[in-house]
Each structure stands twice: as structure tokens, then as C-alpha cells.
């Protein structure tokens, strides 16, 4: 009877318990579900207030826009629960409310940030309206590249930003979300990311210096090299030791795309006048670059050739297989900007002589010397045939009516090295090696005719070869030891993309890097951007 009486006691004591729990469950889903009506009704009374225009600076329109956005939520806030935001919406308000974590131009953007004083659902409002702009650069792109001038945008429609935002997963973070929105390029949040990096390190000044060789080196009395890594955030104190003040300069000279010997040349001067705010003008049009190769290019294999880097990495979905540094045009011959399908790699090949390097270049070298073409193993064509360049009166032979074409056989010595990739397009503009090695040492490599020499190129055509499992992937040394010309055709073609960059990630590092605008591509781009306090 006690046992039953016992039990009887325990099964109260649980069913008190259980309902208790039930009751405090009920209580709290009850509380929430009053809350939830209460932000709604505080989102509705806001959109209800014609000052709200006043005290947010928005138009007549901003304010129809958000009614029809919400209209589509019953009033729900996206961001705001039971009034509260936590940290990662707090972090991603910032985010949108700032032109530079955002990669943009000063006030490019219509929609001015919220001030630090409006209260949660103020700034929920002008994030909407400004997210809602940034969707509509993301699909158009800001610039113009063909007509060099800054593009207008607009507001994504209500109902599109509201299916955006529903379609969001709840694992992925909104910033990741919002800066991969219509990009397929996996280069595009990484880039992104390490332009942010940047810029919070870095105080974006815009001031400009005049340093100048001989006077300005790492041991002037002036110190102005020290000055002005101070001035630039990259050094917080001049008094230092030139050990340690070598070291920051070396530092400064790989992010920007020098070699980092510590040593003040003229690429190093040209780099220490450069301002803080012209780097980060360089990674917003990098960023900006790659968001416009169009989404049918971007496919399982890539090679990306970035002039002003001077490198060349080859890609095989989002891993990088290898990178290889490179050569190209000088500044009368410069390598174009194009992008074209890879069709064969050529072995031990000729080099035809381009038609305006042999009626210039090579011709006047036989007007003054008539063995010229025996010494460096060329050979004279007329009608496709070989024929003896013996008797020829070279000072007869007008350069506007040069009757030959000119071959050089293959081998070491030859222009184009041992190997050579073919991607035919309209500017003859091919990949090869080249018997100059010592070139790849100087940190601008601008010396071809507009070709991209490449270093260790059998390397990148042995990774071609592999991944495609092609049937000669093991016999490239093999075939160039046969010394005849051989074209091995590329069955699983892929794209070559020569583009202009003048900031990009490193795969190394995974850190931002900054280059010189070698041939001048950019300074009428950066010329559309406000200067600061503008």
C-alpha cells in the first residue's frame, strides 16, 4: 500500500511538472507571438508616417517601394526578432551601409547609410532600400568598360527582393549571399573578402608624394621613405632600426606586386607615391573585371593570363593547378586583352615571322649584315617554298613591299622556345617558351612582340595534357627530342582568358596584391571615381 502510494506521488509530482513546462512553453510562444505582432505593427506605423521621408533623406518612391516590399511580408522584419538584432545582423547593417565593404565608389549608391542614431527598424529600412540597389549593380556591373563611363542603376523590384531574401539559407551567411548574388566566378568572394581585408588595415588617405632617386633611399637622413609607409599604415613609428625598416619595405613590395629585396629602385619610388585610396580603386576594378566574363566562359578548366601581374595560373574548377610567371608586349607592341578557346600544344616549333617584325626588324638586320638569316637559323619563303637567301640585294628591297615571308626552324635558339599552345584568335597572339629565361627575373616583364612567353611551359602543358588524360601526356620530352615540328590536338578545349588586372588575390597567401598599370589601361577608369571628402 505505501509502495502504491509512493508511485502515486511520483506520477503527481511529474504530471505537476509536465504541466508546468507546458505552461511556460505556452507563456513564451505566447510572448513571442505578441512581440512578432509588435514589430510588425512598428514596421507598418513607420511605413504609415509621411516624415519618414524627412528624417530618413529618402524620396516619395523609396517610401512606396518599401510599402509594396513589406506588403509582400504581412510587415514581418527580415533582420529584427522580438526587437532585438544579434551580432551577425548587426555585422551584416554595417556591411551594407558602407560604400567601401561593399566595393563600390564613394556614394555610388542613392540611398545615403543610416546614422548611428536611428533606431533598429530605421536602420532595417535603409539597409532594405540599399541592398536593394546593390542587387541591381551586381547584375548590371558599375562601369562601362566600352564607353569608360560609370553605369546608373536602379532598385530590384519589391517582388524579387523579396523572393531574394526567402531564398536565402539559413547556413549561409547574408554578406556571403548578398556578394555571390548572379556571380559564378568562385574568384569573385574571395577577391572580394581580401579587398575588405585591405581596407580595414589600411586608412584609404589619397595623398600624393614626389619621392624621388637619388635623394629618397633608405638611408637619407630625411627618412622619407619611413614618412611615408607611416603615412600609408604601414608603419607605426619612423624611429626604427634600417633592419627592421628594410623588412616593412620588403613587406611593402610583395603586396605590391614587387620583389621584396628591400631596396629603393625606381618601381619601388613608383609604388611608395601611390596612394592607399588608388589601390583600392585597382581591387574594386579587378573585382569588377571578373564579375564581367560572361557566365558561358567560366567553365570546369581555365587558363587566366593577368597582364599586369605578369603570371599566368591555370585552373581546374575552382583549384589552381599551376601558376607560371610571364612576358609580355612592350609598351609599342602590347599584348591585347581577348579570350579564346585552347586547340593544340605544338612541340619543337617553327616561329613564323610575323609580317611586320620581317619587313622592319629583320630586314634592316640584313641590310647590314646579309648572313643574318644562317646565323640564327631562319628560313626565306617566297610562294610557301624555301628558297635561297644567297644574291639577294637586301638595300633593293623596299619594307613596304617585302616580297618574303620568314621562318625560324625550331630548337633551342628559336623565339618561341620548345613548345608553344595555339588558341587561334584575331590578333596571333599565342602562349610559348623562350630562350631568354633571364627575363622572368625583373619584376616588369614587358619585352615580347604581344605573345605570352611563359616559364617552365612544358610543366603547364603536361597538366594540360593529364587532365584531359590525353594519349601524349607522358611524351612531350620524348617528342621534342624527335626535333619535328608536332601538333597535339586538345580534344576537351577549354578557355583562355588574357586579361587586364592590376589587383588580384594571392593563391599563396590569400592576401590582396597590387600591380602597376604597365600600359596605362586604367587611369581613365579610376579618373570616373570621387576623390575623397568629395
Known amino acids: 500500500m505505501k509502495i502504491v502510494t509512493l508511485l502515486a506521488r511520483i506520477c503527481l509530482f511529474i504530471l505537476l511538472l509536465v504541466t508546468m513546462t507546458f505552461c511556460k512553453t505556452e507563456e513564451s510562444e505566447s510572448f513571442s507571438n505578441q512581440q512578432q505582432t509588435k514589430d510588425q505593427k512598428a514596421i507598418a506605423l513607420m511605413l504609415d508616417d509621411d516624415n519618414l521621408i524627412a528624417s530618413l533623406q529618402l524620396k516619395t518612391e523609396d517610401l512606396n517601394y518599401l510599402r509594396e516590399f513589406y506588403a509582400f511580408r504581412k510587415f514581418d522584419p ?52 540599399r541592398l536593394s540597389e546593390y542587387l541591381d549593380i551586381q547584375e548590371k556591373g558599375f562601369i562601362n568598360f566600352k564607353d569608360t563611363v560609370l553605369r546608373k542603376h536602379e532598385q530590384i523590384k519589391a517582388d524579387r527582393l523579396h523572393q531574394f531574401i526567402k531564398l536565402k539559407a539559413n547556413e549561409v551567411p547574408w554578406k556571403d549571399y548578398v556578394i555571390c548574388y548572379k556571380q559564378k566566378d568562385f574568384r569573385i568572394l574571395p577577391l572580394h573578402l581580401v579587398i575588405n581585408d585591405f581596407t580595414a588595415k589600411y586608412p584609404l ?14 638611408g637619407h637622413p630625411d627618412n622619407r621613405v619611413a614618412a611615408v609607409l607611416k603615412a600609408r599604415g604601414f608603419l607605426g613609428d619612423t624611429n626604427i632600426s634600417m633592419d627592421s625598416l628594410r623588412k616593412v619595405l620588403s613587406n611593402y613590395q610583395y603586396l605590391n606586386g614587387l620583389n621584396p629585396d628591400g631596396k629603393v629602385g625606381k618601381n619601388t619610388i613608383h609604388i611608395l607615391n601611390e596612394s592607399n585610396m588608388t589601390r583600392y580603386y585597382k ?86 649584315d646579309p648572313n643574318y ?27 613596304n613591299n617585302f616580297p618574303y615571308r620568314i621562318r ?10 620548345l613548345i608553344k599552345i595555339l588558341f587561334p584568335n584575331e590578333y596571333a597572339v599565342y602562349i610559348h617558351d623562350t630562350p631568354s629565361k633571364y627575363l622572368f627575373k625583373r619584376d616588369i616583364r614587358t619585352f615580347s612582340h604581344g605573345c605570352i612567353r611563359v616559364e617552365d611551359p612544358i610543366e603547364l602543358c603536361r597538366y594540360i595534357l593529364e587532365l584531359e ?7 612531350l620530352q620524348s617528342l621534342i627530342a624527335r626535333k619535328e615540328q608536332t601538333y597535339l590536338k ?45
Request: hydrophobic share 35%; glycine share 4%.
Open 78 to 129: 527580415v533582420w529584427i526578432k522580438d526587437s532585438l538584432l544579434d551580432n551577425a545582423e548587426r555585422e551584416f547593417f554595417d556591411f551594407i551601409n558602407s560604400d567601401i565593404k561593399l566595393n563600390l565608389p564613394p556614394k555610388k549608391l542613392y540611398t545615403p547609410p543610416f546614422e548611428s542614431h536611428y533606431d533598429i527598424f530605421k536602420k532595417e529600412l535603409v539597409t532594405l532600400l
Open 408 to 417: 625560324q626552324k625550331g630548337g633551342p635558339s628559336n623565339s618561341l622556345g
Open 469 to 475: 588524360d590525353h594519349l601524349y601526356r607522358d611524351s
Open 205 to 218: 588617405n589619397d595623398g600624393s608624394y614626389e619621392l624621388n632617386l637619388p635623394d629618397d633611399t633608405l
Open 490 to 534: 586538345i580534344n576537351d578545349q577549354f578557355p583562355v582568358h588574357v586579361k587586364y588586372r592590376t589587383a588580384e588575390r594571392d593563391d599563396s597567401t590569400g592576401m590582396i596584391r597590387f600591380y602597376k598599370d604597365v600600359y596605362d589601361r586604367e587611369k581613365n577608369y579610376i579618373r570616373l571615381f570621387p576623390k575623397p571628402g568629395s
Open 373 to 399: 638569316l644562317q646565323k640564327n637559323n631562319y628560313e626565306l619563303l617566297k610562294n610557301g617554298k624555301v628558297v635561297s637567301p644567297d644574291n639577294i640585294d637586301w638595300k633593293s628591297i623596299p619594307s
Open 283 to 368: 581591387g574594386i576594378l579587378a573585382l569588377e573585371k571578373i564579375k564581367s566574363i560572361p557566365d558561358s566562359t567560366v567553365g570546369s578548366k581555365f587558363i587566366d593570363v593577368n597582364i599586369p601581374s605578369f603570371m599566368l595560373k591555370f585552373y581546374n574548377a575552382d583549384t589552381l593547378v599551376s601558376e607560371h610567371s610571364i612576358v609580355v608586349g612592350a609598351a609599342v607592341t602590347q599584348t591585347p586583352e581577348f579570350q579564346a578557346p585552347i586547340k593544340n600544344i605544338v612541340t619543337y616549333p617553327y616561329w613564323h615571322v610575323p609580317y611586320s617584325i620581317a619587313s622592319k626588324e629583320i630586314l634592316a638586320a640584313l641590310r647590314r
